[in-house]
């Protein structure tokens, strides 16, 4: 079977959360993205909120209060996402160190493979429990 379109790259995911505040504390204060705030076309008056990061962005719903339309089974604390970014992950492990957020596997960095080959992975979870790579 011939495919419809050959996608390119990733515009936006979205992640159910419980605690609108908290993830945008977490997603500015520990991953480094730009908080946005949009308005709909189809709905002026309705305020949304993204993570801006790169060329990508994560846009939030709130669990209970989900935009139109969503995927058939929201949860919160079901994501498992892996973002690359510009500093050293060692720097990255002690930063999350400095803060006090758990480090998962015993704490240290791993070797995994992504999308573009080896990486060295850290492991956290937001306040959903989304796992963090």
Do not use: W
């Amino acid at each position: 079977m011939s495919s419809i379109a050959s996608v390119k790259s990733l515009d936006h995911l979205v992640l159910t959360v419980r605690d609108l505040d908290a993830s945008i504390k977490f997603y500015q204060g520990v991953m480094g993205m730009r908080l946005e705030s949009f308005a709909p076309a189809t709905s002026p008056d309705t305020k949304r909120y993204a993570l801006k990061f790169g060329s990508q962005k994560i846009n939030l719903h709130v669990c209970g209060k989900e935009f139109e339309p969503k995927a058939q089974t929201v949860q919160p604390g079901s994501a498992d996402l892996c973002f690359l970014v510009e500093e050293s992950v060692d720097e990255v492990l002690r930063e999350l160190q400095a803060k006090g957020i758990e480090v998962l596997e015993n704490g240290m960095v791993v070797n995994r493979t992504g999308a573009q080959g080896s990486l060295r992975s850290v492991y956290c979870r937001d306040p959903d429990g989304n796992l963090i790579e």
